[in-house]
Antibody, heavy 122, light 109 residues
Framework: QVQLQESGPGLVKPSETLSLTCTVS????????WSWIRQPAGKGLEWIGR???????NYNPSLKSRVTMSVDTSKNQFSLKLSSVTAADTAVYYC????????????????WGQGTLVTVSS | SYVLTQPPSVSVAPGKTARITCGGN??????VHWYQQKPGQAPVLVIY???DRPSGIPERFSGSNSGNTATLTISRVEAGDEADYYC????????????FGGGTKLTVL
């Protein structure tokens, strides 16, 4: 059973870069799209973007100028970098697998990581 | 970009049927997926492709999608169903790709 685990700093200073890694266990990272999704406290879900195991990416246009995603298939990991963060980027960040396998559209997310809270504050 | 509209809250008595709607322009032409999120937990997929249930999800959960409204139906509601529910679609008509509804808080009375 595939499991995902987010890791990274829980506190980032304004204007700096948020960096998170998602480690996939119990299955291969290959041939799937992998997404990052965030949720500010008390609010809804916002899709940040996704990466395919080839390195191809799609980003939410509202964040595109600040987002970079990468994948390391040898480590079964993928990563998120969000630059020039502000307090508005404070949220729980989730990583998730896109299904169905190798599909580029009509995707859903399963499973999700447990989420990691990132606070932007000086 | 495509917008999905959900009621902020729905209340239902135990044993009754809850219906949570997700409105969108011609949403019936898209595949709708639903997630359950309990406090302090990650979302869990409960319905995909409008009406399919992942393994481990009770048959009490069902979905439908037609016209401008998709609906998640929970039959014989239990206290443990109390959670936030989100609908989601893939919007191929724009570069926003993934769209979530604003979420509905289901309260079991």
């Amino acid at each position: 059973q595939v499991q995902l685990q987010e890791s990274g700093p829980g506190l980032v200073k304004p204007s700096e870069t948020l960096s998170l890694t998602c480690t996939v266990s119990g299955g291969s990272i290959s041939s799937y799209y992998w997404s990052w999704i965030r949720q500010p406290a008390g609010k809804g879900l916002e899709w940040i973007g996704r990466i395919y195991t080839s390195g191809s990416t799609n980003y939410n246009p509202s964040l595109k100028s600040r987002v970079t995603m990468s994948v390391d298939t040898s480590k079964n990991q993928f990563s998120l970098k969000l630059s020039s963060v502000t307090a508005a980027d404070t949220a729980v960040y989730y990583c998730a697998r896109d299904l169905p396998i190798s599909s580029s559209s009509s995707n859903w997310f399963d499973p999700w990581g447990q989420g990691t809270l990132v606070t932007v504050s000086s | 970009s495509y917008v999905l509209t959900q009621p902020p809250s729905v209340s239902v008595a135990p044993g009754k049927t809850a219906r949570i709607t997700c409105g969108g322009n011609n949403i019936g032409s898209k595949s709708v997926h639903w997630y359950q999120q309990k406090p302090g937990q990650a979302p869990v997929l409960v319905i995909y492709y409008d009406s399919d249930r992942p393994s481990g999800i009770p048959e009490r959960f069902s979905g439908s999608n037609s016209g401008n409204t998709a609906t998640l139906t929970i039959s014989r509601v239990e206290a443990g169903d109390e959670a936030d529910y989100y609908c989601q679609v893939w919007d191929s008509s724009s570069d926003h790709f993934v769209v979530f509804g604003g979420g509905t808080k289901l309260t079991v009375l």
